[in-house]
């Protein structure tokens, strides 16, 4: 017991001096590591030995290091924001007060705001030496300062032109990328996309034509593109592509809403930007897309097909489907290139192709192009597909769980409207169409039995087959005998079957077919039926019953292989 303890306690100490070398570090100073507690010899008893005490760890200062570093770094980051937006807010108010006062000119007053804005990042480059993270506070109130100071100059001022302006926020957004790889924080990058993004909304001269925004968007797409891949952090990217697709939308809608080519062209330019970005971040980084990534990219592909599947609806309606099928075979060629660059599973990333390429499955490919009547028959056609595709030696894990709820939505859907007979009736064939659903299913359940991955799918499709068989012949079949008969048969069926095979679930089963014809023959048969059909009803029920009744006592010993004789 006590060698278990001794070699935690070792544990722990190790731990402790890498966090004081990290302290020592995150000062601005080296230390060497103190060595290690030295190990007692072999001959003696672990019993008697301890582990010797390691200095850093028990040194009362480092104790307290420790724990104001913990406490203190959420409070520094929350008295440097505040610091600095105090600054920003101070320059803004000095300037208030001498434009107030007639002190400044305009002109005066917004070279002042740009001296105060280059005074707060050169102050930070000073300090950068000392303590890095916490003087970049500085330079990004000096960025806010420079972009109000542009748009001020150009909006409320009216002292540069267009050209002028738009030339000082491309700078300045180079500026901030180049200051967020200096300080190693992703903030000026969130600043240079916001600034770029933000401009044609500022400058409205600026989106002079459609054209022109689709070029001056797309240009810095790929820059936040490659500055991600650069730094190490998807966020840059994906925080401009939010803003390109929905910017350049808001944007269109209000210039020009029937240059629609344009708006296709760049929504088409967009997605391949952005899935190029991903995969080459992907590649370059050696890192995978988390689960936590491919949440915040889903919203942006649900973004892009509305938009673009809305455009495409309304001025080319007979090509959107297939255009929209096209996008989701692009996004699964982008998956299959990083797939074998990085041979590594990509689980998020099949996660992410999987929900885009059902989304546009269920609306444009089974919603838009499959016509209602033939629905029932493709729905059919969905099983038969999953049973090639494990035929073929893949396994069922490998495919994304949005394409396994498709499937389960798809043929649950036309499933409902055969066994009701509620919107099924222009199907061709539509009388056999219970009958092949129960027929599909039973394989299914056959088939299930011996798949390790579909085991759990077994009983489900056999109970939802006996439905359907019952469903079938109620439609096929005329006359309540007929089918309260042919469902006894399908019971006694089920049981005969199971014995002759030793499958208990398939005799459990049975017992649905037994309490739906009893349900059946009380509630319905006997209700207005002349006596002849009551008597009929009932003696079925009864001989079935008890014919059934006498078979299920020998289901309980189906795996025992003794069933006992009746009694």
């Given at each position: 017991m006590k060698s278990v303890e001794e070699r935690l306690?070792?544990?722990?100490?190790?731990?402790?001096?890498?966090?004081?070398?990290?302290?020592?570090?995150?000062?601005?100073?080296?230390?060497e590591i103190p060595a290690p507690a030295a190990s007692p010899p072999a001959a003696e008893s672990t019993e008697t030995a301890s582990p010797s005490p390691v200095r850093p760890f028990n040194d009362p200062a480092f104790v307290s290091a420790r724990k104001h570093g913990a406490d203190a770094l959420p409070i520094t980051q929350i008295l440097g924001w505040t610091g600095a937006t105090a600054l920003v807010l101070a320059v803004a108010y000095l300037i208030r007060l001498a434009l107030d006062a007639g002190w400044l000119t305009p002109e005066r007053q917004l070279g002042l705001a740009v001296i105060s804005g280059f005074s707060l990042i050169g102050t930070g480059l000073w300090l950068r030496s000392s303590d890095r993270q916490y003087a970049s506070l500085l330079p990004a109130g000096g960025l806010v300062v420079l972009f109000l100071s542009i748009y001020g100059a150009h909006l409320y001022y009216h002292l540069i032109g267009m050209h002028l302006a738009a030339g000082a926020v491309i700078l300045t957004c180079f500026f901030a990328l180049w200051l967020g790889r200096l300080f190693e924080s992703e903030l000026y990058g969130l600043f240079a996309v916001l600034g770029s993004y933000s401009a044609p909304f500022l400058l409205h001269t600026l989106a002079g034509s459609v054209t022109d925004l689709v070029i001056y968007f797309s240009a810095w797409s790929v820059l936040f593109c490659v500055y991600s891949i650069w730094i190490g952090n998807r966020r840059p990217y994906l925080?401009?592509?939010?803003?390109?697709?929905?910017?350049?939308?808001?944007?269109?809608?209000?210039?020009?809403?029937?240059?629609?080519?344009?708006?296709?062209?760049?929504?088409?330019?967009?997605?391949?930007?952005?899935?190029?970005?991903?995969?080459?971040?992907?590649?370059?980084?050696?890192?995978?897309?988390?689960?936590?990534?491919?949440?915040?990219?889903?919203?942006?592909?649900?973004?892009?097909?509305?938009?673009?599947?809305?455009?495409?609806?309304?001025?080319?309606?007979?090509?959107?489907?297939?255009?929209?099928?096209?996008?989701?075979?692009?996004?699964?060629?982008?998956?299959?290139?990083?797939?074998?660059?990085?041979?590594?599973?990509?689980?998020?990333?099949?996660?992410?192709?999987?929900?885009?390429?059902?989304?546009?499955?269920?609306?444009?490919?089974?919603?838009?192009?499959?016509?209602?009547?033939?629905?029932?028959?493709?729905?059919?056609?969905?099983?038969?597909?999953?049973?090639?595709?494990?035929?073929?030696?893949?396994?069922?894990?490998?495919?994304?769980?949005?394409?396994?709820?498709?499937?389960?939505?798809?043929?649950?859907?036309?499933?409902?409207?055969?066994?009701?007979?509620?919107?099924?009736?222009?199907?061709?064939?539509?009388?056999?169409?219970?009958?092949?659903?129960?027929?599909?299913?039973?394989?299914?359940?056959?088939?299930?039995?011996?798949?390790?991955?579909?085991?759990?799918?077994?009983?489900?499709?056999?109970?939802?087959?006996?439905?359907?068989?019952?469903?079938?012949?109620?439609?096929?079949?005329?006359?309540?005998?007929?089918?309260?008969?042919?469902?006894?048969?399908?019971?006694?069926?089920c049981l005969a079957l199971a014995f002759k095979y030793s499958d208990k679930i398939l005799g459990k089963s049975s017992l649905l077919i037994f309490a739906a014809s009893a349900a059946k023959v009380l509630l319905f048969d006997l209700s207005s039926a002349t006596p002849l059909v009551r008597i009929g009803s009932l003696l079925i029920l009864g001989v079935t019953l008890y014919a059934g009744g006498w078979m299920y006592r020998k289901i309980d010993q189906i795996d025992s292989g003794r069933p006992e004789r009746p009694v």
């Open positions: 306690s070792r544990l722990e100490n190790r731990l402790a001096q890498l966090e004081y070398q990290l302290h020592l570090m995150s000062q601005g100073r080296s230390g925080l401009a592509a939010y803003l390109a697709l929905l910017g350049f939308h808001f944007l269109w809608k209000l210039m020009a809403p029937d240059e629609w080519v344009a708006a296709f062209a760049f929504q088409a330019i967009q997605f391949l930007i952005f899935i190029g970005g991903a995969i080459g971040f992907s590649i370059r980084n050696a890192r995978p897309m988390t689960r936590d990534e491919a949440f915040a990219h889903l919203p942006l592909l649900l973004i892009f097909y509305a938009l673009q599947y809305s455009l495409l609806h309304r001025h080319l309606p007979a090509l959107a489907p297939w255009i929209a099928l096209g996008s989701a075979g692009v996004l699964l060629l982008g998956y299959l290139i990083a797939d074998k660059a990085m041979k590594q599973p990509l689980e998020s990333g099949r996660f992410l192709v999987g929900a885009y390429a059902a989304l546009a499955l269920f609306h444009a490919g089974y919603m838009e192009l499959v016509p209602d009547a033939y629905a029932p028959w493709v729905a059919l056609m969905l099983l038969p597909a999953v049973g090639i595709y494990l035929m073929a030696g893949r396994s069922f894990d490998s495919v994304s769980w949005p394409i396994r709820v498709l499937i389960v939505v798809i043929f649950a859907i036309n499933y409902l409207r055969v066994i009701s007979e509620s919107g099924a009736h222009s199907a061709p064939a539509q009388d056999l169409l219970a009958l092949c659903y129960a027929a599909e299913l039973y394989i299914a359940y056959y088939l299930a039995r011996r798949i390790p991955d579909m085991q759990d799918f077994a009983a489900p499709a056999l109970y939802v087959g006996h439905v359907a068989l019952m469903s079938a012949a109620v439609q096929i079949l005329d006359g309540r005998l007929a089918v309260s008969l042919a469902w006894g048969i399908i019971a006694l069926a």
